[in-house]
């Protein structure tokens, strides 16, 4: 499987943006998809989760209420609201190894290349 992201930039903060991640190779529909980001200087952390049926959903507290993620079979979406500096971060979509959501980035199979995401105040 191979995973392309896209929708990345730069923005203001309080604006929003919508990053895409598909999928190509062997299908990936049934199994969970994530985000992760890595801000510099920092570990790469869990942003959001999604399971194979778009039924179940996980977030981080710190994009709760702000992230949607979402996916149209094996194309993963996240619509970013309410921006903020902190959410700067090259931001990696993922295949998981199962159906279900996943918080844990060893619970992923396949990473995507990264797409970045600036927020400027």
């Known amino acids: 499987v191979q995973l392309q992201a896209s929708g990345g930039g730069l923005v203001q903060a309080g604006g929003s943006l919508r990053l895409s991640c598909a999928a190509s190779g062997r299908t990936s529909s049934n199994n969970g998809m994530g985000w992760f980001r890595q801000a510099p200087g920092k570990e790469r952390e869990f942003v959001a989760a999604?399971?194979?049926?778009?039924?179940v959903t996980s977030y981080a507290d710190s994009v709760e209420g702000r992230f949607t993620i979402s996916r149209d079979r094996a194309k993963l979406y996240l619509q970013m609201d309410s921006l903020k500096v902190e959410d700067t971060a090259v931001y990696y979509c993922?295949?998981?190894?199962?159906?279900?959501?996943?918080?844990?980035?060893?619970?992923?199979?396949?990473w995507g290349q990264g797409t970045q995401v600036t927020v400027s105040s």
């Open positions: 993922a295949v998981g190894l199962g159906a279900a959501t996943a918080t844990q980035s060893p619970f992923y199979r396949y």
């Open positions: 999604i399971n194979w049926s778009g039924g």
